[in-house]
């Protein structure tokens, strides 16, 4: 009892010490429940893929493909036990609204690298030999009311066409991260937002989709759109009021493409030279390339059988704080100009 009484009235005896004394302990408390979080949703990711997989594709960008025939000369790097490959198809079911992300895959070698996702050995068997078949997942499946058996059909918007499948299997996650942390982040990262200069509602589509499947209301969340397909999604996760607000904000990113116009034909794509390209690397040269071109992201430079982008992060005369009015010009003044 003295012991407590003597440390209520030490306590008391300089108010303004003891509450700062409390409130720096709070403040230290909330920092690391705040950076823990977010520290388990950066690896949330990671720790959903699987340790013994590895995904290569061509060191300048998607875009481009690897050489088929590179399948075999991974197969035989030691410690490999299985090689799969996977093309983005990029289909539309009816309108853009219902974009989902679609590859062509290597049906048998592709299921086996990813064991995530559970088909039933009778699914699994009738998609391998329906060169017409496809699987889709738990969601999907349900947000379009397809069944096993069910025909889908897809605009294509790379290979042009209507494209007819037959649902051959739906598949579970092995675990709940499986259909929805990485098939969410998959979205989002496959939306299309090529639509110069910025088409952001695509991905915002994909945001509410989850908003919504998850409980969220047209109350709980706004949708603003500054100009044509310049699109913010508002959500509000409403609490009871004893906890002051806490703000997290993701920025959506786009790419201005430029598409063929009809009866045109692209330049062919250059021959790189992967040769040169890896003594370069090993021998850390430096070399001089032309600048032809460049866009929001930084300048596109290439010669001597090389590609290559450098960022704006990288330009001495400009920063990413710089508006676009002002960085356009500065960008401007580096083509036809070597670096």
């Not at 303004?16 to 949703?41: D, P």
């Not at 699994?124 to 069910?150: P, S």
């Amino acid at each position: 009892m003295f012991i407590l009484k003597l440390i209520l009235r030490n306590a008391l005896r300089h108010k303004l010490r003891s509450s700062l004394t409390v409130v720096g302990v709070a403040i230290a408390v909330l920092a690391f429940g705040l950076l823990r979080t977010l520290v388990a949703a950066w690896y949330l990711g990671v720790e959903s893929s699987s340790a013994s997989r590895l995904v290569t594709r061509n060191a300048i960008s998607l875009v481009f493909s690897l050489p088929l025939s590179y399948r075999e000369k991974i197969r035989q790097v030691p410690g490999v036990k299985g090689v799969s490959y996977a093309n983005w198809f990029g289909g539309v079911y009816i309108t853009e609204k219902n974009f989902f992300p679609n590859f062509a895959v290597d049906a048998k070698t592709y299921l086996d690298l990813y064991p995530e996702f559970v088909l039933s050995p009778e699914q699994k068997k009738a998609f391998i030999l329906d060169r017409k078949g496809c699987v889709v997942g738990r969601n999907i499946a349900e947000r379009f009311g397809w069944k096993v058996g069910d025909a889908v059909v897809l605009k294509g918007t790379i290979s042009p066409g209507d494209w007819e499948f037959v649902v051959r299997g739906i598949y579970q996650g092995a675990e709940k991260s499986t259909d929805e942390t990485v098939r969410n982040l998959s979205r989002l990262i496959q939306a299309n937002t090529t639509n110069p200069p910025g088409n952001e509602l695509p991905a915002i589509l994909v945001v509410k989709e989850i908003l919504d499947r998850d409980g969220f209301t047209e109350n709980d969340y706004t949708i603003v759109e500054s100009a044509p397909g310049r699109v913010n999604l508002v959500a509000r996760l409403r609490g009871d009021g004893s906890q002051r607000p806490l703000l997290m904000s993701g920025h959506v990113d786009v790419v201005p493409v430029e598409r063929e116009k009809p009866g045109e034909r692209s330049a062919p794509r250059p021959v790189i030279d992967w040769d040169q390209a890896q003594v370069l690397y090993e021998q850390d040269k430096t070399i001089l390339l032309l600048v032809n071109g460049f866009n929001r992201g930084g300048l596109l430079v290439g010669g001597e059988g090389l590609q290559g982008f450098v960022p704006v992060s990288h330009l001495l005369k400009i920063n990413c704080q710089t508006e676009e009015e002002e960085r356009n010009p500065i960008l401007t003044s580096y083509v036809g100009k070597q670096i």
